[in-house]
């Protein structure tokens, strides 16, 4: 049974940072994509960051510069590095794995649309607020 679990989300204040985590069980995401995205209450799922190799990643515009996407191969997990957050960071974050050598290689900094991906976690919460 693939799993894909979330974890390091909380409540910090503006400027502090958070780790997140998305850790598989059932598969081994060296084969995968990895993807954040992000919900804000109200709004609709944004992609985050998005991870194909140490030297493909994308960044949304909105988080370039303070969040840092990684690969932890030992532990099958990969990690969001979120520095200098924001109130607008505020939402429920999610990583989701797509199997790249079904879809194909993944363009060099673009993310992997939403509808490609094989597998999602159930969200962790991230709140950035005084």
């Known amino acids: 049974q693939v799993q894909l679990v979330e974890s390091g989300g909380g409540l910090v204040q503006p400027g502090g940072s958070l780790r997140l985590s998305c850790t598989a069980s059932?598969?081994?995401?060296?084969?995968?994509?990895v993807g954040w995205f992000r919900q804000a209450p109200g709004k609709e799922r944004e992609g985050v960051s998005y991870?194909?190799?140490?030297?493909?990643?994308y960044y949304a515009e909105s988080v370039k510069g303070r969040f840092t996407i990684s690969r932890d191969f030992a532990k099958n997990t990969v990690t969001l590095q979120m520095n200098s957050l924001k109130p607008e960071d505020t939402g429920v974050y999610y990583c989701?794995?797509?199997?790249?050598?079904?879809?194909?290689?993944?363009?060099?900094?673009?993310?992997?649309?939403?509808?490609?991906?094989?597998?999602w976690g159930q969200g962790t919460q991230v709140s950035v607020s005084s």
């Open positions: 059932g598969l081994t995401l060296d084969a995968y994509g």
């Open positions: 989701a794995a797509v199997f790249l050598p079904r879809r194909g290689s993944t363009e060099k900094g673009k993310m992997v649309p939403a509808n490609e991906y094989d597998y």
């Open positions: 991870i194909a190799s140490s030297t493909n990643t």
